[in-house]
């Protein structure tokens, strides 16, 4: 189980656009600031780090693109399986 848990780890990769900010309850206030009507290109953005880049708002296939595409780039995909996680970390307030 160990050996397939490392071997996930080390083909996974992750990709995320924030809307807004999450606020870690114990910080009790949000991680960043996004003017309305601008989105950001994190990884693992729900970690709070630095965002790659902010970018006006665009159509769900731009931001798909977006994401999808770094992914591809770095891991040759040919012949193997594929699981992708999809999630919504909340409602944008």
């Not at 606020?23 to 991680?31: E, F, H, M, N, S």
């Not at 950001?40 to 769900?60: D, L």
């Not at 012949?79 to 944008?92: E, K, L, W």
């Amino acid at each position: 189980m160990a050996e397939i848990a490392r071997k996930v780890n080390a083909n996974g990769r992750s990709m995320g656009m924030a809307l807004t900010s999450c606020t870690v309850p114990a910080a009790g206030k949000p991680t960043f600031d996004l003017p309305e009507g601008e989105m950001e290109n994190r990884h693992r953005q729900s970690h709070g780090e630095p965002g790659a880049a902010a970018y006006r708002s665009a159509p769900a296939a731009e931001i798909a693109e977006m994401l999808v595409s770094p992914i591809l780039s770095d891991l040759d995909f040919t012949g193997g399986g594929v699981i992708a996680f999809v999630n919504g970390m909340g409602p944008r307030r």
